[in-house]
């Protein structure tokens, strides 16, 4: 989908490279590393922390540590490029759909249990880009997204845990029952 929409939206080729080059094919192997790994490892990890009904301790390590680990691999890569002198980006030098689609689970890692403070280039990358007017704009879209409010309270994050995880059951439920 992120392919198809910067093939079809950006033709200046603004967060994207053309199709000939090798900027655009390592731009392709970031955003699969990111739907294969990144997404899901980091999505479990975010279930097994906060929404799974009973507390099942190696569901929780398994995933929290798969995607530090995959953390790592971002780390990397951000040090290698800075390093070579393509700024803090993972492919070229410039921000792309790569770094949007890696930004877009990374943000909300702390929701998953997981600090990048233990990453250094990944937490420069983290103020670079939030520090985007648009980044600013489409985090707040359609609404203000009031999350990272809420994740400053233990207990506000409790409760909106609380409340998010009986929704995820409740959908469980009847995908179960549907699906039966």
Known sequence: MLLYLTDKYDKENKISFDHDSDEYWETVEWIVWMQSGLGPMQGQANHFYRYAPEKIQYGIDRYQTETKRLYQVLNDRLEQQEKAGQGLWL????????????????????????????????????????????????????????????????????????????WVMKGQEADQKKHA
């Open 91 to 166: 492919v070229g030098n410039k921000f792309t759909i790569a770094d949007i689609a890696s930004f877009s689970w990374v943000n909300w890692g702390a929701w998953a249990g997981i600090e990048t403070k233990p990453f250094p280039a990944i937490e420069k990358w983290m103020e670079v880009i939030n520090a985007r007017p648009t980044v600013q704009k489409a985090v707040n879209i359609p609404d203000e997204f009031k999350l990272k409010g809420i994740m400053a309270s233990k207990e506000k994050s409790e409760q909106y845990a609380k409340e998010a995880s009986a």
